[in-house]
């Protein structure tokens, strides 16, 4: 292949690569599984006659894992590294108690450090002692933390003036306002060419107001993914222009072809096109160890 041509696919990968196409857009906001979703619960309330409530689907209160993307790669991190990954809360009015659980890989993370955050910051210090915590536990055998807190007395905590407590969206924006600050170290590293994934899923989530009910929300679950770059075709640990070289010559191949190379097929899907091109673009550069 003549040099302009190895320089126009590499310009393109870049370019793609640069315009910010999200490679692992796979996290989806979603409700509590033993839940309605929100629109379900706004189809109830819509039946009911009850539409006080739906402007939620405008202002919806939100429990998110912040960040929500937690992308390393396998020369950023070792074995014991730790990253810090939150349960936040936005958006939400009237919230008088609030339990989860947070479920994670527990072969390719382990909690070691769980500290409850939102009650403590909305409560002066001189009423912690009425803040109960039902449950705050780490269990890295099961892959989950699980959160617990109320205040134990409400007409207490109703005349002392921090509950119930509003949680609005300008005060807190998203990622503000932590209800578990959580450290996680990495317990595996990835294979040579490949990742470790692990989603960071909510579940078992109940915010309720001060009369029991259980206030409308949405849920934004995260992931966690270490990545052992791909591209190394020469296999010298380092992704540059010598690489680039080998999978220009390789472009537009199958595995009938004669200039066939396996490497180059970055995505496993027996052809070496663009989309092979965008994740060696993106990796260039890069040690893969
Ligand atoms: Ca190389
Ligand atoms: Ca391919």
Redesign the pocket.
């Given at each position: 292949m003549p040099n302009g041509t190895i320089k126009k696919v590499m310009i393109t990968a870049l370019l793609l690569a640069c315009t910010g196409i999200p490679l692992f857009d796979n996290v989806t906001a979603r409700t509590d599984e033993a839940g309605m979703s929100l629109l379900q619960q706004s189809a109830l309330m819509k039946e009911k006659g009850d539409v006080s409530l739906l402007h939620v689907s405008v202002d919806t209160a939100k429990i998110l894992v912040d960040p929500k993307d937690n992308v390393y790669y396998s020369w950023e991190k070792r074995i014991n590294d730790t990253i810090g990954i939150n349960v936040t809360v936005t958006n939400m009015t009237g919230l008088f108690g609030l339990s989860f659980k947070l479920y994670f890989n527990s072969s390719l993370l382990k909690c070691t450090s769980f500290i409850e955050n939102l009650f403590r910051s909305v409560t002066p210090p001189s009423s912690w002692d009425n803040i109960w915590r039902i449950k705050r536990k780490i269990d890295n055998e099961g892959g989950y933390v699980e959160y617990a807190y109320t205040y134990m007395d409400s007409n207490r905590a109703l005349s002392e003036g921090y509950a119930p407590i509003n949680i609005t969206a300008s005060d807190y924006p998203e990622g503000k306002l932590a209800a578990a600050i959580l450290t996680f170290s990495i317990a595996k590293m990835p294979p040579p060419n490949g990742y470790v994934d692990c989603p960071l899923h909510l579940a078992s989530v109940q915010p309720i107001d001060m009369l029991g009910n259980v206030i409308l929300y949405d849920l934004v679950d995260g992931y966690y993914r270490l990545i052992s770059p791909t591209g190394d075709l020469n296999g010298d640990n380092v992704i540059d222009v010598h690489d680039a070289i080998l999978f220009a010559s390789a472009f537009g191949s199958v595995p009938a072809s004669l200039d066939w190379n396996p490497k180059a097929?970055?995505?496993?899907?027996?052809?070496?096109?663009l989309?092979?091109a965008i994740i060696l673009a993106s990796n260039f550069g890069k040690p893969t160890s």
């Open positions: 097929d970055l995505n496993n899907d027996d052809i070496v096109d989309f092979d």
